[in-house]
């Protein structure tokens, strides 16, 4: 199903999103076969050439770039940029003068962030890279050990896509060309996770994906009813997958679950290997740096500041996420040197209950038009702020702003 999938039935049932799909994978394919020298000399090139281009074709990056007394050609993979942070204060206050004037209107597509934890704020991107985040999915995909047009039911437990969900092209998409089963709308309730095991059990699914508390919810509903059918992967995505919440899918699956790692504005950029030792953040996508802001009981807290190479049509540079990662010492199994996270913690949201039994995810409610306070972290300051802590993992590769 593969091949014929990506090469075939989804270019032709959407261009937009699927053009020129064989050929991108093809690149990033090719990249991830090359020595570990060669990648970082790519990623450096691909960091080069998008500062580069914010630099001569968008008017607020000319000036921070400037102000900084930084040209692109300094830019290094090894240490911080010497650029300011990109805020989404930045984002909502400044949208006109961080479009790349070398993009025409028609290339643009805009999107909304996901507001995880804020009002979401619109931004945009250029057609070619929507496509190359597509093909970088499939890629992070592949780690899992699935493939294009393997059948997957997806469960997010909210209502917040019902309104693309009711578009019959997008249906007609997702259902028969991608052998996606939409997620069910909705809050979790007693009567939904029933709705939703005799549709699992229907289908057999090879994929079970979806928010972490939603799958940890329908998991427990399953092993208290009855498990009769174990997908090939599940995926995790859109909220923190907690220990707990990673046993549960453990237990019920009898397979570790794959977390992933993705938002709106910078699509998706790290996934777990089989390895399941952390998250890599693929280093044809991002170009990623780790700011130290403070403790946990699972060690030091960094911000994950992120450089989108994939998106030329309005370019995001050190753009703070405000996501918060730990990293780990170790070197995965897999022998990848790409940039690995033990934990995100900066999205955790739990389930809320309902008076009436229901869950819903807790990162939901921040999708709420209403500003949302920010989530409770458990992180202490580090004194000295923004001096590198002592016991902090070193690697080469990884900048760290200090
Ligand atoms: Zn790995």
């Known amino acids: 199903m593969g091949i014929f999938h990506t090469h075939v039935v989804l270019p032709l049932s959407e261009p937009e999103r699927y053009s020129g799909l064989p ?6 394919g090719k990249f991830e076969r090359m020595s570990e020298k060669q990648q970082q000399k790519i990623q450096l090139d691909r960091l080069r050439a998008l500062l580069e281009h914010a630099y001569t074709t968008v008017p607020y990056y000319r000036k921070q770039f400037d102000d900084a007394g930084f040209h692109p050609r300094q830019a290094r993979i090894d240490r911080p940029l010497p650029l300011p942070v990109l805020t989404w204060e930045h984002l909502r206050a400044s949208e006109a003068w961080l479009i790349s004037t070398a ?5 643009l597509r805009v999107t909304a962030s996901s507001g995880n934890t804020r009002v979401p704020i ?8 929507i496509r190359d985040k597509v093909a970088l999915k499939l890629k992070l995909d592949e780690w899992s050990g699935i493939k294009p047009g393997d059948s997957s039911m997806m469960l ?14 997008w249906r007609m998409d997702e259902g028969v060309f991608m052998r996606q089963t939409p997620p069910p709308p909705g809050t979790i ?7 939703w095991q005799f549709r699992y059990e229907k289908q ?18 399953l092993m208290e009813h009855g498990v009769r ?3 090939h992967a599940v995926i995790a995505t859109a909220e923190v997958l907690s220990p707990l919440h990673r046993q549960l899918l453990v237990s019920a699956f009898k397979s570790e679950p794959f977390n992933q790692y993705g938002r709106r504005d910078v699509g998706m950029i790290a996934a777990e290997c089989s390895e399941h030792e952390g998250l890599h953040f693929h280093p044809w996508g991002s170009y990623v740096e780790f700011d130290p802001v403070g403790n946990s009981p699972d060690g030091i807290v960094y911000r994950l500041l992120v450089t989108d190479l994939l998106n030329y049509g309005q370019p995001f540079i050190r753009y703070d996420t405000g996501d918060c990662v730990t990293l780990t010492d170790q070197t995965c199994s897999c022998g990848r040197w790409f940039p690995l996270a033990g934990r995100i913690v900066g999205r955790l949201a739990d389930g809320v209950v309902r008076a009436n039994g229901a869950v819903v995810p807790g990162i939901a409610l921040t999708n709420s038009p209403t500003p949302m306070p920010r989530p409770f972290l458990p992180i202490l300051p580090i004194k000295g702020a923004r001096k590198r802590p002592a016991n902090a993992p070193r690697r080469k590769n990884w900048a760290m702003s200090a």
């Not at 993009?103 to 290339?107: F, G, R, T």
């Not at 619109?122 to 890279?129: P, V």
């Not at 997010?156 to 092209?169: D, I, V």
């Open 156 to 169: 997010w437990g909210t209502g917040s896509s019902a309104k693309r969900e009711s578009n019959w092209k």
């Open 23 to 28: 050929g991108r994978l093809r690149q990033i």
């Open 103 to 107: 993009c025409p209107p028609e290339k």
């Open 122 to 129: 619109r931004f945009y991107r250029d057609i070619e890279g």
């Open 189 to 195: 309730a007693p009567q939904d996770l029933e709705r």
């Open 229 to 231: 059918h174990r997908p």
């Open 204 to 221: 057999r699914p090879t994929v079970l994906a979806g928010r972490a508390t939603v799958l940890a919810a329908f998991a427990a509903y």
